[in-house]
């Protein structure tokens, strides 16, 4: 997958998350989890296109450290809307399993780009 088709992916990612969010009941709970959830599952893509802009290798690797987290969050916050009951697990199955290839493509990126680093 090259760049421009990861970064559509993300952003796709982000709009199904924006989408999810504005369909959560207005219960507090909902609304908490709901904005963490907006937060992180829309920035993985902010950060993976600030990642295309650094300037170095260590630089690159470091925001990719940031994608990586923000997309492990993403599923965290996932996790928690089904384990409360607010969402059924199933509804957000597609969107778990999106992240979690996300995130395994930026954990082998990661890794890949790490073993040829000088230390």
Same mark, same amino acid.
């Given at each position: 997958m090259n760049e421009q088709e990861f970064k559509e992916r993300t952003r796709k990612l982000a709009l199904r998350?924006? =989408? &999810?969010? !504005?369909? $959560?009941p207005k219960t507090p709970s909902a609304q908490v989890v709901g904005r963490q $959830? $907006?937060? @992180?599952?829309?920035?993985?893509? *902010?950060? /993976?296109? *600030?990642?295309?802009? *650094? =300037?170095s290798k260590a630089?690159?690797?470091?925001?990719?450290?940031?994608? !990586? !987290? !923000?997309a492990d969050e #993403?599923? /965290?916050?996932t996790e928690l809307l089904a384990e409360a009951g607010i969402i059924e697990r199933e509804r957000l199955? @597609? $969107? #778990?399993k999106e992240t979690e290839e996300i995130l395994s493509m930026v954990v082998a990126s990661s890794k890949t &780009?790490?073993?040829? =680093?000088?230390?």
């Open positions: 998350v924006i =989408r &999810l969010v !504005e369909s $959560l $959830l $907006l937060r @992180s599952g829309t920035s993985i893509g *902010a950060n /993976y296109r *600030a990642a295309c802009r *650094a =300037r630089d690159f690797i470091s925001k990719m450290g940031v994608v !990586e !987290e !923000e #993403t599923i /965290y916050w199955s @597609s $969107l #778990t &780009l790490k073993k040829g =680093r000088p230390r």
